[in-house]
């Protein structure tokens, strides 16, 4: 058995609920999985094992993921931008109902920074993604992932029925 067979054996598993969990695809994430393996096989002497062989693997595997998104980007703009707006739409609605607006305000309150004060500065401020990025002096990306990830954390919170008191 050879460096790639062990390789392939060993770490597949581990890389393939890696990028599962990243993409949510299960095709994707067996493609990639191959891409990683086979990249990794290619590179192997410049694996300096100051980590974890997983570690390593996973990082050739989120690269590959975030380069694919890159590009699909451009392909399903259309499609992602009135899902986003659907969503957004839906979570306004949820704020306009003044119960379920007082238990997101005592999720938001146990949010840590700057997850609160983004969300914050977005939903209440009505501050465009820019305008909050030039506040944080940071990418209007930036903005958006953090409001999101905000969002989704309160939820998911909501969604769990969590009472907070």
Not at 40 to 55: E, L, P, T, W
Not at 76 to 101: C, H, P, S, V, W
Request: one cysteine or more; aromatic letters at 14%; hydrophobic letters at 35%.
């Amino acid at each position: 058995m050879d460096k790639s067979d062990i390789l392939f054996e060993k770490y597949y598993e581990d890389v393939l609920r890696f990028l599962r969990g990243l993409s949510r695809d299960e095709q994707l994430a067996e493609e990639l999985t191959q891409e990683t393996i086979y990249r990794a096989i290619k590179s192997i002497h410049m694996f300096r094992g100051d980590s974890d062989m997983r570690v390593w693997l996973c990082s050739i595997a989120k690269n590959l993921y975030f380069t694919y998104r890159k590009k699909q980007k451009y392909v399903t703009y259309g499609e992602t931008y009135e899902n986003y707006e659907a969503e957004e739409k839906l979570f306004m609605q949820i704020l306009e109902d003044r119960e379920t607006a007082i238990q997101i305000h005592k999720i938001l309150h146990e949010l840590k920074e700057p997850y609160k004060e983004i969300f914050s500065l977005r939903i209440f401020g009505e501050l465009s993604f820019k305008e909050i990025a030039s506040l944080f002096q940071k990418s209007e990306h930036w903005a958006c992932v953090t409001y999101h990830r905000a969002k989704m954390m309160i939820q998911q919170k909501l969604e769990n029925g969590k009472e907070i008191t």
